[in-house]
């Protein structure tokens, strides 16, 4: 009986750490895109920045819980790590077309900056590759004995935020790279998940 209650005394705390840290990761973010497109777009006082950054700031730990869901349960009713990670994609591609729909809407950044990139489509699609696939490769990194996972995370998130506010305000080059990161770091995470789901079923066929 011992036992059973030393366990659940140590999981408590560790699920209030744990949600602790997102709360963190979250109010940085915020607060960074808050910097990042108040400074370049010099809107410190725009309403409609603040509204988006303090969405970012507070609804980010429970859309990332949101999208772990979705991809748990993509991944265990089809048994395909693509499918996990294409659904969490389509999650945060949802979110991020909100955020620039409030930042085109109080013109934080305008139609005819994001056009060569797409439109808000285009431009929530590149976000969404960029952030996960910098994500991907931050675990990644850290699996490898670079770094901690968490601050490579961090990290990550805080890169993400201020590349993204300068290629969507018109920054030429800025918007070239981002175009490039965007499509190599999301392509290596989708890329991966193929060739892991090719050996699974691969390895499955040989079985039977």
């Given at each position: 009986m011992?036992?059973k ?5 140590t999981e408590?705390?560790q ?10 990761l979250?109010?940085?973010?915020g607060?960074l895109?808050?910097v990042s497109?108040g ?12 509204v988006a950054a303090l969405?970012?700031g507070t609804f980010?730990?429970f ?5 772990n869901?979705i991809d ?5 009713s089809s048994?395909?790590?693509t499918?996990?990670r294409?659904g969490?994609?389509?999650a945060q591609?949802l ?6 729909t ?8 305008s139609?005819e900056s994001?056009a060569?990139i797409?439109?808000?489509l285009?431009a929530?699609a590149?976000?969404?590759l960029?952030s ?10 850290a699996s490898?004995g ?6 490579n995370?961090?990290?990550s998130?805080?890169?993400?935020v201020?590349f993204?506010?300068f ?9 070239d790279?981002?175009?490039i990161v ?5 392509g290596?995470?989708?890329?991966t ?6 050996r699974?079923?691969?390895?499955r066929?040989?079985l039977?």
């Open positions: 011992q036992a209650g030393s366990t659940a005394e408590a705390p699920h209030l750490r744990t949600r602790g840290h997102s709360g963190k979250a109010a940085i973010a607060v895109m808050y497109y400074w370049a777009a010099s809107q410190w006082t725009n309403p409609w920045l603040v969405i970012m980010l730990p859309y990332a819980r949101g999208t869901q748990n349960v993509l991944v265990a048994s395909l790590v499918a996990g294409f969490r994609y389509i591609l979110f991020n077309l909100f955020l620039f409030l930042l085109i809407e109080g013109t934080v950044i139609h994001i060569p797409g439109g808000i285009g929530a590149f976000t969404t960029v996960q696939g910098g994500q991907y490769v931050a675990v990644l990194l490898k670079l770094g901690n996972r968490d601050a995370v961090l990290v998130l805080c890169v993400t201020v993204t506010a290629a969507m305000l018109g920054y030429a080059g800025v918007r790279a981002f175009r965007s499509l190599t770091v999301g290596l995470m989708f890329v998940g193929l060739v892991q789901d090719f699974r079923l691969r390895r066929r040989a039977v």
